[in-house]
């Protein structure tokens, strides 16, 4: 598992953590990915493309699971 730390923002929305994070390659990647239903946040198939990601939240990802700290 990956911690990922906000350090100093309230939330990062999930396209930005996919390319931040290098699991996808551009955002337009990330969004088609999340409107594909390939990404899970809190065990939860996530269609948002911004959706909000807070401390405390788990996404999964091709293999990858990612605490949000």
């Known amino acids: 598992m990956t911690e ?4 100093g923002h309230e939330f990062i ?11 996808v390659e551009s955002g337009g990647e990330a ?8 990404v899970k946040v809190n065990d939860t198939i996530e269609l948002q493309k ?6 405390g939240d788990i996404v999964d990802f091709e293999g990858e699971t990612i605490l949000i700290k």
């Open 50 to 55: 911004r959706k909000k990601l807070r401390p």
């Open 4 to 7: 990922f730390k906000l350090e």
């Open 13 to 23: 929305q999930l396209n930005q953590l996919l390319k931040l994070l290098g699991l």
């Open 31 to 38: 969004n088609q990915c999340i409107t594909e239903g390939l």
